[in-house]
C-alpha cells in the first residue's frame, strides 16, 4: 500500500520567516493534496496537485508536485501566526476503498510572533 | 451555506457502553468517509459509503459499524467502547464518484473512553 512520510514532523519559526514542507511518497502520486488543520478543528483544503511539475499558489502557500511525482513540497513565504497549525499531504487511494485518501502524519507548525 | 456536522464534539464514557457519533451533511454528497486521528498514526478510515444502503469497511473497522439509510448521514456507532479507542473522530464528505476529488471534513469528535 501506498505511505506519505512527511517531514519535519514539527516546526516552529519566527514569524517573517520563508519554511518548507515535504511530502515524500512510496509510490508514484496520482493527486496529492495538501489539508491545514488548526488545533481542535477539522481538516480544510488547501490544494490539489495533479501534473508531474504542477505548482500552485493560495495567498502566501506554494505546493509544488516534483517531476517524477513522488514528493511534493509546500513553501510559506513570510509566516505568520495564523499559518501555525498542523499541515498534512493526502493521496488519492485507489482499489478496495477508491474516493478515499490516504494522510501522512503531518507537520505541526508554530510560528512564533 | 451547505456544511457538514458532526455530534456531540465531546463524549466521555465507560468501557463497554455503546456510542453512536453523529454525522450530517448537506451537501447532498454520495460519499461519506469516518476517519480516527491519533498522535502517531496520523488519520486513518474507519468506514465509508459511496450511497444510501452502501457501507464499506476501512483500515481500522474493527470495533466500529456504519449504516446509511439516507444521503446526509453517516452515523459511527461504538458497539462496545474500548479504551483504544479514544479518539478524535472526523466525518468528511465528497462529491467524486470516479477517481478522488476533495474532501470537506467535519470539525471532529472528541471520544474518551475510561
Known amino acids: 500500500s501506498q505511505e506519505l512520510e512527511q517531514s519535519p514532523q514539527s516546526l516552529i519559526v519566527q514569524e517573517g520567516k520563508n519554511l518548507t514542507i515535504n511530502c515524500t511518497s512510496s509510490?508514484?502520486?496520482?493527486?496529492l493534496y495538501w489539508y491545514k488543520q488548526k488545533y481542535g478543528e477539522g481538516l480544510i483544503f488547501l490544494m490539489m496537485?495533479?501534473?508531474?511539475?504542477e505548482e500552485k499558489s493560495h495567498e502566501k502557500i506554494t505546493a509544488k508536485l516534483d517531476e517524477k511525482k513522488q514528493q511534493s513540497s509546500l513553501h510559506i513565504t513570510a509566516s505568520q501566526p495564523s499559518h501555525a497549525g498542523i499541515y498534512l499531504c493526502g493521496v488519492g487511494h485507489y482499489g478496495g476503498s477508491q474516493g478515499n485518501l490516504i494522510f501522512g502524519k503531518g507537520t505541526k507548525l508554530s510560528v512564533k510572533p | 451555506d451547505a456544511e457538514i456536522t458532526q455530534s456531540p464534539r465531546h463524549k466521555i464514557t465507560e468501557t463497554g457502553r455503546q456510542v453512536t457519533l453523529a454525522c450530517h451533511q448537506t451537501?447532498?454528497?454520495?460519499?461519506m468517509f469516518w476517519y480516527r486521528q491519533d498522535l502517531g498514526h496520523g488519520l486513518r478510515l474507519i468506514h465509508y459509503s459511496y450511497g444510501v444502503q452502501d457501507t464499506n469497511k476501512g483500515e481500522v473497522s474493527d470495533g466500529y459499524s456504519v449504516s446509511r439509510s439516507n444521503t446526509e448521514d453517516l452515523p459511527l456507532t461504538l458497539e462496545s467502547a474500548a479504551s483504544s479507542q479514544t479518539s478524535v473522530y472526523f466525518c468528511?464528505?465528497?462529491?467524486?464518484?470516479?477517481?478522488?476529488?476533495?474532501?470537506?471534513f467535519g470539525e471532529g469528535s472528541r471520544l474518551t473512553v475510561l
Open positions: 509510490k508514484t502520486l496520482y493527486g
Open positions: 451537501w447532498n454528497h454520495n460519499n
Open positions: 496537485l495533479q501534473k508531474g511539475g
Open positions: 468528511a464528505s465528497s462529491a467524486f464518484l470516479a477517481g478522488v476529488g476533495e474532501l470537506f
